[in-house]
């Protein structure tokens, strides 16, 4: 959704805007949509959605909260990993399909919608879908970022869609193959978040704790 800077104050005080945000996990994107929130927009968190609709594969298991969804879709090299990627992208798709049609249904509120990391595995349909009913903002993360990101990952998983990016090589152990191919699996990402994208913020621009109010003249400035 393109948009100019009088067409985004008047949606915002009409209480008629929806922006998405998105970005790798772990940039950032929960905690704005929580502080947007705060000012009375309505938030999606589709990792939330998600969860709650694997809940009771989860209880079986003994899992709760998305570090334990993330144990329960795995790893690239575990066995379980190829199905559950695939109910995964169902489930969000499912979430995001809802979405779109309660910002059809002409309710006069202000959303901000908090997708996964790999929103952008689910296709071009979905996220054009979004692009249509809402202004995507991209969290994007500097190179500097990628180490911390990669440690980051592996100290606490999130979620992750490999998609066909995982490709080990003979007499690599599962670590040495996730290092190697996670620079190519941001690489991936970051190009299609940029297609899809109606502004990007870099992550190293953001204030530290920066205010909901304060996000908003930041997103109002880059259209």
Known sequence: MKLSEEEFEELLGNNDLAISLIGMSNIGKTYLSRKLSELKFKRFGCDDIIEAKLGDKLKKMGYKGTN???????????????????????????????????LTNGNQENVVIDTTGSLVHTGADVCLALKEHSLIVYI????????????????????????????????????????????????????????????????????????????????????
């Open 140 to 223: 994007e993360a500097g190179e500097d970022m990628r180490e911390e990101m990669f440690e980051q990952y592996l100290k606490e998983p999130r979620p992750v869609i490999w998609g066909k990016v995982f490709q080990p090589q003979d007499q690599e152990t599962n670590q040495e193959a996730l290092k190697r191919c996670y620079p190519k699996l941001l690489d991936l990402r970051n190009s299609l978040y940029t297609r899809y994208a109606d502004i990007t913020v870099p992550y190293n621009s953001l204030p530290k704790n920066i205010g909901a109010e304060e996000f908003l003249e930041l997103i109002k400035k880059s259209l």
């Open 68 to 102: 334990d969804v993330a144990r329960w879709l795995g790893q690239p090299y575990e066995k379980q990993f190829t199905t559950n990627q695939k109910t995964y992208l169902q489930l969000e798709k499912q979430a995001l399909i809802k979405i779109f049609l309660y």
